[in-house]
């Protein structure tokens, strides 16, 4: 090199070339804005686990629209394990063409023909939980496709993740959804082993706070290796929780198992809680043959709007006598909901006295005015006007079931 200058300008222009290629930076914060309340919609693994195909789905999509859950805010159809077929020798994933034959694009488009969003299912180690192909070495490659196809929330499970860190894996899979383009909802499903709460929030939308719920109240379903929990035992593992949870990151304590076999006083109580501890409500039943009892509890607006109150403030249990938990939840503009939940195998009595029990929550740091004017109290499964905090509130709770109120500010 003759002359100095030359040779600068010759470092100049490497160093120009090397950084053009290299001037990507990733971006490890999920999308924002995309769930300011708590996700609602469907999901097949609690009532179909493997046995999913495109006709199901798109009868699942009807009846969404045409039982109401829309209307209710519904929004979600969400397709769990198992959808899966082989990669190419390329790498790119394709769905099980026997179950799937006309492909993940037309069966998005088909569901966002009925104004709805569609939601897939990955895992971040080599296989899923079903043993199909998981995402792990090709994130950006899964990413690249699902927007492809339109797909709206992604769940991004854990098995067989031998070596893998949640964060970093988590991190991964969200840097690939931004690379990607298209905005999608990430829910995380680590069953809350690495505690989630603390990582999560400005990762993915949810996170799984627990393993798998079990289609029953009060038991736990032991299956050796592992165990799924019913609603109580779920509901006691979010104790400690409630702070991480907030609009557009929530704590998932697993979907609904509302019309799938318990009576109905408790899927009352489970669907009244899950509203109460601002839950993602992600139905796991079959939408085509919902009996009445099931249609009212899922599409209860006035239960529904406790979930989805725009403070987005997880509620609290405050006591506990005789199995009868007292849970409060402060909600925008100063209302509350309340709900009695009877836990024991027989009727317990309610017996409130409003100007005497002092309701602070230290997290919101909102208080029930007992020296203002009395709130209006309603009935939220009766719909029944129960007069106001000035006088004591006396009921009775049948044994697994709930007396839900919301307190309306004067
Ligand atoms: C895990 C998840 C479940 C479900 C199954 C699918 O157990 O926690 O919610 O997605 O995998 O195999």
Not at 145 to 170: F, H, I, P, R, S
Not at 175 to 203: F, H, T
Request: glycine fraction near 8%; charge should be neutral; hydrophobic fraction near 35%.
């Amino acid at each position: 090199m003759k002359s100095p200058l030359l040779l600068v300008l010759c470092l100049i222009a490497t160093f120009a070339a090397y950084s053009q290629g290299n001037n990507y930076k990733q971006n490890y914060t999920k999308f924002q804005n995309l769930a300011p309340t708590p996700p609602m919609g469907w999901n097949s693994w609690n009532k179909f686990a493997c046995n999913v195909n495109e006709q199901m789905i798109r009868q699942i999509a009807d009846a969404l629209v045409s039982t109401g859950m829309k209307e209710a805010g519904y929004t979600y159809i969400n397709i769990d394990d198992c959808w899966h077929g082989d990669r190419d020798s390329l790498g790119f994933i394709h769905p099980d063409p026997k179950r799937f034959p006309s492909g993940m694009k037309a069966l998005a488009d088909y569901i966002h023909s009925k104004g709805l969003k569609m939601g897939i299912y990955s895992d971040a180690g080599s296989q899923t939980c079903g043993g199909r192909p998981g995402s792990r070495g090709y994130e950006f490659q899964d990413a690249q496709t699902y927007a492809k196809w339109g797909v709206d929330y992604l769940k991004y499970d854990w098995c067989n993740t031998e070596g893998l860190k949640a964060e970093g894996a988590y991190k991964t899979i969200t840097a690939a959804l931004q690379k990607a383009g298209r905005p999608m909802v990430l829910s995380i499903c680590e069953w809350g082993n690495d505690k989630p709460w603390v990582w999560g929030p400005n990762v993915g939308h949810l996170w799984r706070t627990t393993g798998d719920i079990y289609n029953c109240f009060d038991c736990i379903n032991d299956h050796g290796s592992w165990k799924s929990w019913g609603v109580m035992q779920i509901l006691d593992k979010q104790e400690g929780l409630r702070q991480y949870a907030g609009p557009g990151h929530w704590n998932d304590p697993d979907m609904l198992e509302v019309g799938n076999g318990m009576v109905e006083n408790e899927d009352r109580a489970h669907f009244s809680m899950w509203a109460m501890i601002a839950a993602p409500l992600i139905a796991g039943n079959d939408l085509r043959s919902m009996s009445p009892a099931t249609k009212a509890i899922l599409m209860n607006k006035d239960v529904v709007a406790i979930d989805q109150d725009a403070a987005g403030i997880q509620g609290f249990k405050h006591t506990v006598k005789d199995s009868l938990e007292t849970w409060f939840k402060p909600l925008a503009g100063g209302d509350w909901a309340v709900c009695f939940l009877n836990r024991s195998k027989s009727t317990q009595p309610v017996n409130v006295d409003w100007s005497r029990d002092v309701i602070n929550d230290a997290v919101s740091k909102q208080s029930i005015a007992t020296n203002a004017k009395p709130y209006l109290i309603t009935n939220l499964w009766t719909k029944q006007a129960m007069g106001t905090t000035a006088q004591p509130l006396k009921a009775n709770v049948p044994s697994h079931d709930v007396l839900m109120i919301r307190l309306r500010k004067q």
